[in-house]
């Protein structure tokens, strides 16, 4: 199958005169002129727009975890759902958004990426709608689907999106938006959890993607998408309403079509044996893989459960503490990103993870020793069991501790670094399908990770478990100081040149 791409770097110079997309003037004084006359506040409006998607997804992930204990509750038992099924319940999101990663792709270089994120409004609230009328399980699961399959193109849209309309002096922040609304609306889930039942929670679900698709009509499709189909004038209009009116915005036109002059290039599959390509492309792959592999959706998605299993009195106000950690230390993570580099962040965020996991796995050990001791002294079987049986359990913190450390070290780095880093080591000639391939992993893994999360707790037990995605995050370690390249502060045409050179593939 061949792929049409907008644009190539494998053929233009690598550190000579190649000129990046959405670049201003390249001379300092250029420069510094350039970002004088910018005018961001519309570029703001429209980031605002598209991030209410991620806002969406996040709020989909979360929505299982107060919805789940309600579903095991309820009295109708057309909707009740056993263990089994709220972890279908739970997982099934992450199938349609693996439908929904490659659905995007198709789709976002064709229509646009600004209908793209429009339509995406759709699934999300039609899927909610379905939940919102479940009288059957077989409604809970489609609506599910429905809405994972709408978080999947989004997840591959909104960024394309931001990028293209950003400027390089803002576009590392804004990227970090995309991130920092998802777990935003995971919190907004917990919190909405404290006073409301499943299906008013699926009631304030189908708001923000309805404002999405309103505010989204008054927003601009991205100038790059608009020069890649000819519409010149378009794109001069898209850059006055996000740059402002006193730059030069044919200049910036003309740089951008700088990067169209071989566009009827295509990626093809012998491509894949070339190292600018295959190399980025296998660390895109394992950087979803790790990042789905700590853990972090199994305890995100089950999080009242797991303080429920730990002994914690109140667990829906531990997911909201836990949730207002993870936002705060995305924010601060964004703040950072440029400054302290990914690389070290990445190292941190393992290391956090692997400490919290085992910890936490330690913990569940110990919850399990006093268990069977108890039981042993009263007579009773000893089956192991992972809590303990009285709800007075005087370890229940050290729950609450492990897993705001845990979400706190993820959030700085294995977080929002995967999906950054993806958006840098590509280049432009594989960057949809490589991206793609990229989405399809984390979605897949995501579904394996939640779907196996409750036969994991049984199979290896409580403390079995935590240790294997402790396991997980020590080797996440290992793989950043082997493979990963530092991209800080390298232009892309660098960053391809570092993969494409005779030095060194491991930095």
Not at 38 to 55: D, E, I, M, S, W
Not at 103 to 126: E, H, Q, T, Y
Not at 421 to 447: D, H, Y
Not at 450 to 476: I, N, P, Q, R
């Amino acid at each position: 199958m061949h792929y049409r791409i907008m644009a190539s770097e494998e053929t233009r110079p690598l550190l000579g005169s190649a000129v990046r997309i959405n670049d201003p003037p390249q001379s300092p004084s250029d420069s510094q002129e350039y970002l004088d006359k910018l005018q961001n506040r519309k570029l703001y409006l429209a980031t605002f727009a598209a991030v209410l998607g991620p806002l969406s997804f996040g709020y989909v992930l979360g929505y299982s975890s107060p919805a789940i204990p309600n579903l095991k509750k309820i009295e109708d038992l057309d909707l009740r759902l056993d263990s089994n099924e709220a972890s279908w319940f739970g997982s099934v999101v992450t199938l349609g958004a693996a439908l929904g990663g490659i659905l995007g792709g198709c789709i976002v270089d064709r229509i646009g990426r600004k209908l793209s994120l429009m339509l995406c409004a759709v699934p999300f609230i039609f899927g909610f709608t379905v939940i919102i009328s479940a009288k059957y399980k077989s409604m809970l699961y489609i609506g599910r689907i429905l809405t994972g399959i709408a978080s999947g193109v989004t997840s591959l849209v909104v960024p394309v999106y931001i990028s293209e309309t950003s400027h390089p002096a803002v576009r590392g922040t804004l990227g970090s938006c995309v991130q920092l609304m998802v777990v935003t609306g995971i919190m907004g889930s917990y919190v909405a959890g404290l006073g409301l039942d499943w299906r008013w929670l699926a009631v304030v679900g189908c708001f923000p993607p309805f404002f999405m698709a309103v505010l989204m009509c008054f927003m601009p499709e991205t100038p790059r998408f608009l020069l890649a189909q000819k519409k010149q004038f378009e794109a001069i209009t898209a850059l006055q309403f996000l740059r402002g009116p006193l730059v030069d915005h044919e200049l910036e036109c003309r740089q951008i079509e700088v990067n169209f002059s071989e566009q009827e290039n295509r990626l093809r599959w012998v491509d894949f044996k070339n190292p600018a390509i295959y190399k980025p492309f296998v660390i895109g792959v394992l950087l979803m893989l790790f990042q789905q592999f700590s853990g972090i959706n199994a305890i995100m998605f089950y999080a009242e459960t797991i303080f429920e299993d730990a002994g914690f009195k109140n667990s829906s106000i531990a997911s909201v503490i836990v949730g207002a950690i993870q936002v705060a230390f995305t924010a601060g993570a964004a703040l950072i990103m440029d400054k302290a580099g990914r690389k070290i962040l990445l190292i941190i965020s393992g290391a956090i993870m692997t400490v919290s996991s085992a910890v936490f796995g330690a913990y569940f050990k110990i919850v399990e020793v006093q268990n069977n001791s108890s039981l042993t002294d009263t007579g009773h079987s000893t089956m192991p069991t992972p809590v303990l049986q009285n709800t007075e359990n005087h370890l229940a913190w050290l729950a609450l501790v492990c897993t705001s450390v845990f979400i706190a070290g993820f959030a700085i780095g294995w977080g929002p670094i995967p999906w950054l880093v993806m958006s840098e080591i590509f280049p432009v000639k594989a960057r949809g399908v490589a991206s793609g391939a990229c989405v399809l992993t984390n979605w897949l893994s995501a579904f394996l990770v939640t779907k196996e999360f409750h036969d994991l707790m049984v199979f290896l037990g409580s403390y079995g478990t935590f240790w294997f995605f402790a396991s997980s995050c020590a080797l996440s370690i290992l793989f950043t100081c082997l493979c990963i390249p530092e991209t800080k502060g390298k232009t892309l045409e660098q960053i391809e040149a570092h993969f494409r050179g005779v030095q060194e593939f491991i930095s």
